[in-house]
């Protein structure tokens, strides 16, 4: 009897499932052109997403080819509309009040840092972004160039070694930016490199979110077994949250000898925030202790994952244009900012100074227009509207194909758009569309690490052609895309020469 009634309710979930797969896939009257989804997949399995044979950014193109500036992608279930112009990404980015960001930009991603401002709407984000925002501002971020500055010079002394063909940039230039966003923004020396614990536990942490975010058609209860009982997520868990709870008690313990003064850095600035009551309803400012973990986390995580990643196309860009190096060099030189010939002295950088270095500064606008860090925005509508003739309806999820839009020949008429050349933007592209270059998304729900990620990249690369480094090709330097949270280049093998 027993059995029976097992046998029975195992055929009725079973038909539960199919009937709801079926529904959930089923063609729609508002349909965009796209592929035909897999059933439990949607287009990630059959695009090759899921199996790293492309990355986003290389399908979200493809797909543009064959279908047009409009068409449909399935996120596992969910069909989600892609939008690859700027008319699209005006209307999008303006509209604060229908398109808010999505729950699939980080899908799951709740599970691991369900407080982290990218899962925030509304009045709590509005509570977040207080606290974080101010820390970040242009006029903030320029006062901790010394700063960068060293950590650059310390870059360049431990990882790049005359005459050695360099395999592991990626690891070093994310050991680079991880110190910046640990000097900076937690006034903390965060000491990584290659081997050090907190990196590997920051790496452990981004491929089981990566895993999660890949997985929209897991079961949330699924999700939640996994990571719990996955030792070295827990693991890579625990001594995050031990860094976390480190940097909040050494801020307290300052904060109590410099009372009511104002915060300097991000950490500072979480920690003078502290409100167990704070809630969205009654009170509206400050933030929990868990909030600010979440915070902790995901400022550590944004702030070196996205702008190290831009670096390591950097040097693979100039590692495949020799004649870019050289012509920044000469810039420098013209500027006597360049190291002298006896290698004792290596001029200061200022802010003026660097402002001062045109070229270099196109070097930098091209690395960030190019390398497809962040492939797409991703917004939800709050209710119906139209987008150049798209029926979208509430709760309807869209994506903007950023780096589509960066490398569009619509756009850019210098040259070969998907070509590093940033003579472009002393040439025909100078005045390009304000939203031709999207790689900080836009709108409200824009990148709010950009200036830091604008001035660590312009001093790094600065810097290093200042002590006369120069990348060159090899062999084994191929490129190529993988996806983890941003994309890499997949093969970066360079030789490194000092002048
Ligand atoms: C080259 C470096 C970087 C790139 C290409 C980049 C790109 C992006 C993109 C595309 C978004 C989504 C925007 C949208 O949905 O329209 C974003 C959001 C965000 N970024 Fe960055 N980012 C970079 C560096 C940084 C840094 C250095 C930090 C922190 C210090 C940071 C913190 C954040 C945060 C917190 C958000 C979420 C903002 C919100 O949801 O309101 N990013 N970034």
Same mark, same amino acid.
């Given at each position: 009897?027993?059995?029976?009634?097992?046998?029975?309710?195992?055929?009725?979930?079973? /038909?539960?499932?199919?009937?709801?797969?079926?529904?959930?896939?089923?063609?729609?009257?508002?349909?965009?052109?796209?592929?035909?989804?897999?059933?439990?997949?949607?287009?990630?399995?059959?695009?090759?997403?899921?199996?790293?044979?492309?990355?986003?950014?290389?399908?979200?193109?493809?797909?543009?080819?064959?279908?047009?500036?409009?068409?449909?992608?399935?996120?596992?279930?969910?069909?989600?509309?892609?939008?690859?112009?700027?008319?699209?990404?005006?209307?999008?980015?303006?509209?604060?009040?229908?398109?808010?960001?999505?729950?699939?930009?980080?899908?799951?991603?709740?599970?691991?840092?369900?407080?982290?401002?990218?899962?925030?709407?509304?009045?709590?984000?509005?509570?977040?972004?207080?606290?974080?925002?101010?820390?970040?501002?242009?006029?903030?971020?320029?006062?901790?160039?010394?700063?960068?500055?060293?950590?650059?010079?310390?870059?360049?002394?431990?990882?790049?070694?005359?005459?050695?063909?360099?395999?592991?940039?990626?690891?070093?230039?994310?050991?680079?930016?991880?110190?910046?966003?640990?000097?900076?923004?937690?006034?903390?020396?965060?000491?990584?490199?290659?081997?050090?614990?907190?990196?590997?536990?920051?790496?452990?942490?981004?491929?089981?979110?990566?895993?999660?975010?890949?997985?929209?058609?897991?079961?949330?209860?699924?999700?939640?077994?996994?990571?719990?009982?996955?030792?070295?997520?827990?693991?890579?868990?625990?001594?995050?949250?031990?860094?976390?709870?480190?940097?909040?008690?050494?801020?307290?313990?300052?904060?109590?000898?410099?009372?009511?003064?104002?915060?300097?850095?991000?950490?500072?600035?979480?920690?003078?925030?502290?409100?167990?009551?704070?809630?969205?309803?009654?009170?509206?400012?400050?933030?929990?202790?868990?909030?600010?973990?979440?915070?902790?986390?995901?400022?550590?995580?944004?702030?070196?994952?996205? /702008?190290?990643?831009?670096?390591?196309?950097?040097?693979?860009?100039?590692?495949?244009?020799?004649?870019?190096?050289?012509?920044?060099?000469?810039?420098?030189?013209?500027?006597?900012?360049?190291?002298?010939?006896?290698?004792?002295?290596?001029?200061?950088?200022?802010?003026?100074?660097?402002?001062?270095?045109?070229?270099?500064?196109?070097?930098?606008?091209?690395?960030?227009?190019?390398?497809?860090?962040?492939?797409?925005? +991703?917004?939800?509508?709050?209710?119906?509207?139209? +987008?150049?003739?798209?029926?979208?309806?509430?709760?309807?999820?869209?994506?903007?194909?950023?780096?589509?839009?960066?490398?569009?020949?619509?756009?850019?008429?210098?040259?070969?758009?998907?070509?590093? +050349?940033?003579?472009?933007?002393?040439?025909?592209?100078?005045?390009?569309?304000?939203?031709?270059?999207?790689?900080?998304?836009?709108?409200?729900?824009?990148?709010?690490?950009?200036?830091?990620?604008?001035?660590?990249?312009?001093?790094?690369?600065?810097?290093?052609?200042?002590?006369?480094?120069?990348?060159?090709?090899?062999?084994?330097?191929?490129?190529?895309?993988?996806?983890?949270?941003?994309?890499?280049?997949?093969?970066?093998?360079?030789?490194?020469?000092?002048?």
């Amino acid at each position: 009897m027993v059995s029976i009634v097992i046998a029975a309710l195992f055929v009725i979930v079973i /038909t539960l499932i199919y009937i709801y797969l079926k529904r959930a896939y089923s063609p729609s009257p508002d349909d965009l052109p796209g592929v035909k989804p897999h059933i439990v997949f949607g287009n990630l399995l059959n695009s090759g997403i899921l199996t790293g044979k492309l990355s986003f950014h290389q399908v979200f193109l493809d797909y543009q080819r064959r279908f047009g500036d409009k068409f449909q992608f399935w996120f596992g279930s969910h069909r989600c509309f892609v939008f690859c112009g700027v008319e699209h990404a005006q209307i999008i980015f303006a509209d604060r009040h229908t398109f808010e960001q999505a729950p699939l930009s980080f899908p799951n991603f709740d599970l691991l840092c369900p407080n982290a401002i990218v899962m925030l709407t509304g009045a709590k984000w509005k509570r977040h972004i207080r606290v974080l925002l101010p820390m970040l501002k242009r006029a903030k971020i320029i006062g901790h160039l010394e700063t960068i500055v060293q950590c650059a010079d310390h870059f360049i002394d431990q990882n790049l070694h005359p005459g050695q063909v360099h395999r592991d940039l990626v690891s070093s230039c994310q050991s680079f930016t991880m110190n910046v966003i640990g000097f900076i923004g937690f006034d903390h020396d965060f000491d990584a490199h290659i081997n050090s614990p907190i990196k590997k536990a920051f790496r452990d942490f981004i491929f089981y979110s990566v895993s999660i975010l890949l997985s929209p058609w897991l079961p949330r209860w699924l999700g939640k077994i996994y990571l719990k009982y996955n030792w070295k997520y827990q693991h890579a868990y625990r001594l995050i949250h031990e860094l976390s709870e480190k940097l909040v008690e050494e801020e307290q313990n300052k904060e109590s000898e410099m009372e009511n003064k104002r915060p300097k850095n991000l950490i500072a600035s979480l920690v003078s925030s502290l409100n167990e009551q704070a809630n969205d309803d009654q009170v509206s400012s400050g933030l929990t202790h868990a909030e600010i973990f979440d915070e902790v986390l995901i400022m550590i995580l944004a702030g070196y994952e996205t /702008t190290s990643t831009a670096l390591s196309w950097f040097i693979f860009f100039a590692s495949k244009n020799p004649q870019v190096q050289q012509k920044m060099k000469e810039e420098l030189r013209k500027h006597h900012l360049l190291m002298t010939d006896d290698l004792k002295y290596v001029p200061e950088l200022t802010s003026e100074n660097l402002t001062s270095l045109t070229y270099c500064e196109c070097v930098t606008k091209e690395v960030l227009r190019l390398a497809p860090v962040a492939g797409f925005s +991703v917004r939800i509508a709050t209710c119906d509207t139209i +987008v150049d003739a798209v029926k979208i309806h509430r709760g309807q999820t869209v994506f903007i194909a950023l780096n589509n839009i960066n490398t569009d020949a619509r756009y850019w008429h210098h040259a070969d758009p998907r070509q590093f +050349v940033p003579e472009r933007f002393l040439g025909e592209d100078e005045n390009h569309h304000s939203l031709a270059m999207i790689p900080f998304g836009g709108g409200h729900r824009a990148c709010i690490g950009q200036e830091l990620a604008w001035l660590e990249l312009k001093t790094i690369i600065v810097r290093m052609m200042q002590r006369g480094i120069t990348f060159e090709d090899t062999s084994e330097n191929t490129g190529g895309y993988e996806d983890h949270l941003s994309c890499l280049p997949k093969k970066l093998a360079v030789r490194v020469r000092f002048d």
